[in-house]
């Protein structure tokens, strides 16, 4: 059974840094892509980034340039940093991973809030 965990989140002023980390209980090199989206309150669910099996890696364009996704294929984890956090990034983030048949799987949830 998969499962995704989120850590990380929390409360941090704007300018912060927070990084956010998504481990699995199986090989994430089992899955085609791995990838973070969040919610904003009252919000639809957005892309933030996604990487490959492989390596390649897509951002949103309202996060390029201060969050960077990361994988780490031996601990089964992958990370979000983000750095330069503004009020308009408070949502929760979700871990989303991708396997080659399509089907999606999705972990709780982490809440990030930034104060202005």
């Known amino acids: 059974q998969v499962q995704l965990v989120e850590s990380g989140g929390g409360l941090v002023p704007a300018g912060g840094s927070l990084r956010l980390s998504c481990a699995a209980s199986?090989?994430?090199?089992?899955?085609?892509?791995m990838g973070w989206y969040r919610r904003a309150p009252g919000k639809e669910r957005d892309l933030v980034a996604t990487?490959?099996?492989?390596?390649?890696?897509n951002y949103a364009d309202s996060v390029k340039g201060r969050f960077t996704i990361s994988r780490d294929n031996a601990k089964n984890t992958v990370y979000l940093q983000m750095n330069s956090l503004q009020p308009e990034d408070t949502a929760v983030y979700s871990c989303?991973?991708?396997?080659?048949?399509?089907?999606?799987?999705w972990g709780q949830g982490t809440q990030v809030t930034v104060s202005s």
């Open positions: 989303n991973a991708l396997n080659s048949l399509g089907w999606g799987y």
């Open positions: 199986v090989r994430i090199l089992n899955f085609n892509s």
């Open positions: 990487i490959t099996s492989d390596g390649r890696i």
